[in-house]
């Protein structure tokens, strides 16, 4: 049973414009939010993470959003390079579940110059 | 660059073979982890080690054998592998097990089975 969905397989942006990744999740007991960026013949590299205490974090050009009645969060990247071209993976755990990362299925993302 | 470093990088092997993955990381992390990433898939958790312990296995068949020599080390023992083991496996490692911390994952190991 899939708790963290990305349901936007894929995403073209125009080159300084802003990217908007969604992900929602179906179980309340996740308070921990990733996202992971994985180029091809990479492994997933971290790019930031929200607590459920928080509704927003921001790190540079990207800036993860929480909507906790929602379940619902997204990833916000401005402004958009042709590096930022990948794979990116929503992923969510909570400690009543030993903290096991569960990922959503992905979003590749497509930046055009 | 990563800072988890996984061996070999592609293995083609028969169904019969014994073969080993390894990852090793000088982060000073405590857990690590094994992954399973089929194509267009997200990663799938296998194995969790805490201090070198074997912490959590996800009901993986025995045909994967996993072992931590030490705190920087994790291998992955194969054998009697099955087609449908070819995958991506993935290495991570985090600073313990204990509340939230993100998982830094290596390049991962492509397994083909013949």
């Known amino acids: 049973d899939q708790q963290v969905k990305q349901n936007s397989p894929s995403l073209s942006v125009q080159e300084g414009r802003i990217s908007i990744l969604n992900c929602d999740y179906t179980?309340?007991?996740?308070?921990?939010f990733l996202w992971y960026k994985k180029y091809p013949a990479e492994g997933p590299t971290f790019l930031i993470s929200?607590?459920?205490?928080?509704d927003k974090n921001e790190d540079g050009r990207f800036t993860v959003f929480l909507n906790k009645s929602a379940k619902h969060l997204s990833l916000h990247i401005v402004p958009s390079q042709p590096g930022d071209s990948a794979v990116y993976f929503c992923?969510?755990?909570?400690?009543?579940?030993?903290?096991?990362?569960?990922f959503g299925a992905g979003t590749t993302v497509t930046v055009r110059a | 660059d990563t800072e988890v470093t996984q061996t070999p990088k592609h293995l083609v092997m028969g169904m019969t073979n014994k073969k080993s993955l390894k990852c090793e990381q000088h982060?000073?992390?405590?857990?690590m982890y094994w992954y399973k990433q089929k194509a267009k898939k997200p990663p799938e958790l296998m194995f969790v080690?805490?201090?070198?312990?074997?912490?959590i296995n996800e009901s993986v068949p025995s045909r994967f054998s996993p072992e931590c020599p030490n705190s920087s080390l994790l291998n992955l023992h194969l054998h009697a592998l099955q087609p449908e083991d070819s995958a991506l496996y993935l290495c991570?490692?985090?600073?313990?097990?204990?509340?939230?911390?993100?998982?830094?994952f290596g390049d991962g190991t492509r397994l083909s089975i013949l």
């Open positions: 991570a490692s985090s600073h313990n097990t204990g509340g939230h911390q993100p998982q830094h």
């Open positions: 179980n309340s007991m996740f308070d921990y």
């Open positions: 929200i607590s459920s205490i928080k």
């Open positions: 992923a969510a755990s909570s400690g009543s579940n030993d903290y096991k990362l569960s």
């Open positions: 982060m000073g992390h405590r857990a």
């Open positions: 080690y805490s201090y070198e312990k074997l912490s």
